[in-house]
Nanobody, 120 residues
Framework: QVQLVESGGGLVQAGGSLRLSCAAS????????AGWYRQAPGKQREPVAT???????DYADSVKGRFTASRDNAKNTVYLQMNSLNPEDTAVYYC??????????????WGQGTQVTVSS
């Protein structure tokens, strides 16, 4: 079964750091473009960061300079390093990625989400 498995969430104090991981598992060839999203209680899901297959990144204004997206193509894994966290970053974080599951067969997947809670 092809899926994205996230890890690394948790509870951290304001000013702290967390690193999220998103690993593709199952019968896949590679990960294409990917992104991180978050959804706070009572709010819509919003994009946080994107990273292309070649590693080009883009960030929401609210996280620029604090968050860094990266990837390890050999491990079919993408990461989100989050520094200088503040309570407004509290949300469920989701990974989204295009996975190549066959020749010219690219499909979009979502991870299950991981909770990040930042205490003041």
């Amino acid at each position: 079964q092809v899926q994205l498995v996230e890890s690394g969430g948790g509870l951290v104090q304001a000013g702290g750091s967390l690193r999220l991981s998103c690993a593709a598992s199952g019968r896949i060839f590679s990960i294409g473009d990917a992104g991180w999203y978050r959804q706070a209680p009572g709010k819509q899901r919003e994009p946080v960061a994107t990273i292309t297959r070649r590693g080009v990144t883009d960030y929401a204004d609210s996280v620029k300079g604090r968050f860094t997206a990266s990837r390890d193509n050999a491990k079919n894994t993408v990461y989100l390093q989050m520094n200088s966290l503040n309570p407004e970053d509290t949300a469920v974080y989701y990974c989204n990625a295009n996975l190549y599951v066959g020749y010219a067969d690219e499909r979009n997947y979502w991870g299950q989400g991981t909770q990040v809670t930042v205490s003041s």
